[in-house]
């Protein structure tokens, strides 16, 4: 029986909602068929609240922030999404301390760090995603992570409460972190720093800024590094070595710049971004015996 979910959602103030809206509007790879409701919460009580309609009406759901490690499929998402973005994304300063909500990207919260002349986020300056996303997976770069700068975090849990937990208990390890151990949603955080000096920490980032467009395809949709680093080498390298650099299908293609990338180099679509990845799992592990996996989360319907 169809969800009417117009009539559930419209009843409770929960910040913009979207019906069927197309998810390659919301992901940094342009890809992915529509979700069934996309919410925009401003508020934790709006988040709050559209969690107890999800729950009381037994609907599945899914938080995503700018959507720069989603691959989704053509099909769509049969889910609700809340989205924590521009509409939940306040920096404010305490002392040496940063508080950011959900939605700020790491690149807003490094130049923030900047103009207060605060040091030590320099290195997350150019991933390119929310801090909600980078606290759950632990991101890092350039000998920087999450873990060094992080003090507390704020979330919902499983029985939406508000909880703060202190960084030294948020289990942070490789791309992984107690959000995905126990379905936290992360609300906010608060990164120590310490005083710097303004042209040295500007100068650092722009030499990480010049390292990054010198050496990855940032002209190019796609959701980042494609797959995890294999314990003991290094993903691009195997790849290149494997003789795929600009290995191409369709519309989606492994990157000439980056190997590590598979990009979006015209109108690609799921179907085929998902052809390259496996041809190229399948050649790198027929020719070193690795098994590439993806670090990019692809989710959706599909065939079974």
Do not use: W
């Not at 500007?202 to 010198?214: C, G, N, P, V």
Request: hydrophobic share 40%; aromatic share 8%.
């Amino acid at each position: 029986m169809k969800v009417d979910y117009k009539n559930i959602f419209s009843k409770v103030d929960i910040g913009e909602v979207f019906y069927d809206e197309p998810m390659k509007n919301h992901t940094t790879f342009k890809i992915g068929g529509p979700c069934d409701v996309l919410i925009m919460p401003s508020t934790i009580e709006q988040i709050i609240d559209a969690l107890k309609v999800i729950k009381e009406n037994g609907l599945a759901y899914m938080i995503i922030g700018n959507g720069s490690n989603l691959l989704v499929s053509d099909k769509g998402i049969k889910k609700v999404i809340i989205k924590l973005h521009k509409n939940f994304s306040k920096i404010t300063l305490e002392g040496n301390k940063i508080i950011s909500q959900a939605g700020a990207t790491l690149k807003e919260i490094a130049d923030f760090a900047l103009e207060q002349s605060l040091t030590g986020f320099e290195f997350a300056s150019g991933i390119p995603g929310d801090l909600g996303g980078a606290v759950t997976m632990n991101a890092g770069a350039y000998g920087g992570e999450m873990k060094d700068v992080l003090q507390s975090v704020k979330v919902i849990d499983k029985d939406l409460n508000v909880v703060d937990i202190d960084s030294s208990e948020m289990n942070l390890r490789y791309r992984n972190s107690r959000v995905q151990d126990e379905n936290l949603i992360v609300l906010e955080a608060t990164i120590a720093l310490k005083e710097g000096d303004y042209n040295e920490i500007k100068a650092y980032q722009d030499e990480l800024t010049f390292k990054r467009e010198s050496k990855q395809p940032l002209e190019y949709p796609s959701a980042g590094s494609t797959f995890k680093r294999p314990e003991g080498y290094y993903a691009g390298k195997l790849i290149d070595d494997s003789g795929l650099r600009g290995y191409r299908y369709k519309d989606a293609m492994v990157s000439q710049k980056h190997c590590g990338f598979v990009i979006n180099a015209g109108d690609a679509n799921c179907e085929q971004v998902l052809y390259v990845i496996n041809h190229v799992k399948d050649v790198v592990f027929e020719k070193f015996g690795v098994n590439l996996e993806p670090e990019v989360r692809i989710i959706g319907e599909f065939e079974e």
